[in-house]
């Protein structure tokens, strides 16, 4: 099993090792390259797995209650810790609310549990993904637009790749090959960028970074197994649900956290050193997980 799990870990954080090497040595500018990512590889990644012939969005519906119930409680529970802990709770909430299921759940889903968990963990990055694009960014800035997030080209993948496979239409499969080609970039290049992220990323503050690193896995791991008592799930889900309440912040609260002024390098130091942690916390959920 411990064998088992390294051979799963190692790739992810090999990677993203790698990245951090080139970042520190090279200082590369991956701005265009992620926001090509962003724009284009991972929309493809998501439209592919959701107009897949194979898909149908039926079968996830408790998978995406459950996703939805962690992120919430996830949620709750980091403003309830940050007044306990006297922190600012837009600084300490996002974070705890919203994991990093992209550049880490994605590859790690189909490297534990194989191609077939790409659809369900897919499924699981759109629940998260439109929540943070959505009441993420509302929350640092109440005067966003919320009808903005329609154009985020992953939200808009997400809207077609279920409406195709709603409808049922069958993609030209030369065409699906090369939407899973372009997909197919996404998850080593997420990860490559999220070691140079954090070359760029500071600790100024170790204990709120710490208790983010701690607090982050392990309320999502507690949220995960209450509703898996609650809501009926196939034993593969069950453990993907697990793992997603195991991961580390994401990368994108630290992004938004800059765009909009609300204490970035605190969050910094939560994405940074949870990122670390994961090292301790993933093979955890693993176990319980495999």
């Known amino acids: 099993m411990l064998l088992r799990i390294i051979s799963i870990l190692f790739p992810l954080f090999a990677i993203t090792a790698i990245g951090f090497l080139v970042g520190r040595r090279a200082r590369p500018d991956l701005s265009h390259a992620n926001k090509l990512n962003m724009d284009v590889f991972v929309p493809a990644l998501v439209f592919g797995a959701l107009a897949n012939k194979s898909f149908h969005i039926t079968e996830f519906l408790p998978l995406l209650g459950a996703t939805l119930a962690v992120v919430i409680g996830s949620g709750v529970a980091g403003w309830w810790g940050a007044r306990a802990l006297g922190y600012q709770p837009r600084t300490f909430m996002p974070p705890i609310m919203f994991n990093n299921c992209g550049n880490l759940g994605l590859p790690l889903a189909v490297l534990a549990f194989g191609d077939d968990a790409l659809a369900p963990a897919v499924v699981m990055f759109m629940v998260s993904n ?46 699906m090959v090369a939407i899973k080609m372009l997909g197919d970039i996404s998850i080593p290049l997420m990860l490559f960028a999220l070691g140079v992220r954090l070359t760029e990323s500071r600790i100024s503050e170790i204990r709120l970074g710490v208790v983010g690193a701690v607090a982050r896995p392990v309320i999502g791991m507690v949220l995960a197994v209450v ?64």
């Open 130 to 175: 439109l929540l943070h694009f959505s009441y993420g960014a509302w929350l640092l800035d109440h005067h966003i637009r919320l009808a903005s997030v329609w154009r985020v080209p992953s939200v808009l993948a997400t809207l077609a790749g279920l409406v195709v496979g709603v409808a049922g239409v069958e993609i030209w499969p030369p065409a």
């Open 227 to 290: 509703v898996m008592q609650l809501v009926p799930l196939p034993e593969r889900e069950r453990a993907l649900l697990l793992v997603f309440g195991a991961l580390p912040p994401a990368v994108l609260n630290y992004i938004f956290a800059e765009r909009y002024g609300q204490e970035p390098e605190k969050v910094a130091s939560m994405v940074l050193i949870g990122n670390v942690a994961a090292l301790a916390f993933l093979p955890v959920a693993l176990a319980l997980g495999l």
